[in-house]
């Protein structure tokens, strides 16, 4: 048998509850747009060190080939 505490209880959780979920729902969001800015530096660093290691490569086989060459 339902009383009138049980029915306020139960409102207020509902309304904690939704409350609750707003707030992860709001947070999930935020999380979705820092993890894209964090994949477009992560991208940027890995193009970066690959020119890096291009430029080392070419720089060494042009050293070397000077060397051999004289």
């Given at each position: 048998m339902k009383t009138k505490?049980?029915?306020d209880y139960r409102d207020a959780v509902m309304t904690h509850l939704m409350y609750i979920k707003e707030k992860v729902d709001a947070n999930?969001?935020?999380l979705e747009?820092?993890?894209g800015r964090l994949n477009r530096a992560e991208n940027d660093?890995?193009?970066m060190?690959?020119?890096g290691v291009t430029l080392f490569t070419m720089l060494t086989i042009a050293i070397s080939l000077v060397?051999?060459?004289t």
């Amino acid at each position: 048998m339902k009383t009138k505490n049980t029915d306020d209880y139960r409102d207020a959780v509902m309304t904690h509850l939704m409350y609750i979920k707003e707030k992860v729902d709001a947070n999930f969001e935020h999380l979705e747009r820092v993890n894209g800015r964090l994949n477009r530096a992560e991208n940027d660093i890995a193009r970066m060190k690959a020119i890096g290691v291009t430029l080392f490569t070419m720089l060494t086989i042009a050293i070397s080939l000077v060397g051999v060459l004289t």
